[in-house]
């Protein structure tokens, strides 16, 4: 049994209270209550048994030790039913003999992809979109992407805007074009003219590490 504590079906925006939900997984009944304090990625999948979303699946698994060091656990979610998603993680374990370490959600109704906007309104199915949504430890929604069924994300890319988000939570820094963790960060643009270094104009060329 799948229940979206929300009423609304507005599309998710940045610095939005993610919605809370409580849905059968692969691993249990889980609540988006029971990630708080730590960040976690929220992503929807088209369908079970399909060829891209099993690319993806196997990716998350065999990075899912750098989200874990990162502080971020990993929440997938379909519209298939838990048997549907218990039968393809053994699948994927059986035939690639690797283990899908985190829950994967059921949501036949479609809820909570509806209370996400991971769905439209009047769609029905969820083939045609992949989204992604980074939760921070106080259920807030920093950042969240959205491909189509028949292009896959990237593991890398999903790990970099993780990171990055991380390094500029405190509000003293930014991350550039291309950051990757480790990387510099740009300081804050200066507020007044005596703050401004020589010749940096309104572009800031100082960084700082994190």
Not at 108 to 120: L, T, W
Not at 143 to 167: D, F, I, K
Request: with cysteine; hydrophobic share 40%; aromatic share 8%.
């Amino acid at each position: 049994m799948t229940e979206a504590i929300v009423q609304s079906i507005s599309p998710i925006r940045m610095g939005d209270k993610a919605p809370d939900f409580r849905a059968r997984t692969t691993m249990g009944e889980k609540s988006l209550a029971d990630f708080r304090g730590q960040w976690l990625i929220f992503f929807s999948h088209p369908a079970d048994f399909t060829p891209v979303c099993t690319t993806e699946f196997l990716a998350l698994a065999r990075a899912v030790d750098r989200f874990e060091a990162a502080g971020c656990a990993l929440l997938g979610l379909s519209v298939d039913s838990l048997y549907s998603h218990l039968a393809w993680v053994r699948a994927i374990e059986d035939q690639h003999g690797i283990k899908i370490p985190f829950p994967i959600v059921e949501d036949p109704s479609m809820a909570v992809g509806r209370a996400y906007g991971m769905i439209d309104e009047t769609a029905v199915d969820s083939t045609a979109i992949r989204s992604s949504y980074f939760i921070d430890p106080e259920g807030v929604v920093r950042a969240s992407t959205c491909y189509p069924h028949n292009v896959g994300r990237s593991v890398a890319e999903m790990l970099r805007l993780l990171c990055a988000l991380q390094a500029v939570s405190d509000g003293k820094g930014l991350t550039p074009e291309g950051w990757q963790n480790g990387d510099p960060l740009l300081a804050l643009p200066a507020a007044t003219l005596s703050e401004m270094l020589p010749g940096q104009g309104w572009f800031c060329q100082k960084v700082e590490t994190k």
